[in-house]
């Protein structure tokens, strides 16, 4: 498979170094990633920050897409279990 960081991508496709994981350059590079991932018979992994990602690039046709991370799924859980707990 490939794995794709949509953030690091958007970078390196900027001209000027800035973050754009909306943006139009990257869209059409992630197409171009399935596209050719899928015929080299290999799966498309994408790095998806929040579950809206997650589903936009479920859509485009990544196979495998890891939301959120590690801290992210911590802080989100204690958050919520303080919530809760608060009643």
Known sequence: ???VGPADLS???SDDG???IEGDRLKSALERIVAATE???KIPGIYAPTPDHARHYAA???RY???SSDIGVVK???RRLAEESRG
Do not use: E, N, S, W
Request: with cysteine; hydrophobic share 60%; glycine share 20%.
């Open 76 to 78: 989100d859980g204690a």
């Open 60 to 62: 485009l046709g990544f």
């Open 65 to 67: 897409v890891c939301v």
């Open 39 to 41: 015929a080299a018979g």
């Open 18 to 20: 800035r973050l754009d």
């Open 11 to 13: 970078i390196a496709l």
């Open 1 to 3: 498979g490939l794995f």
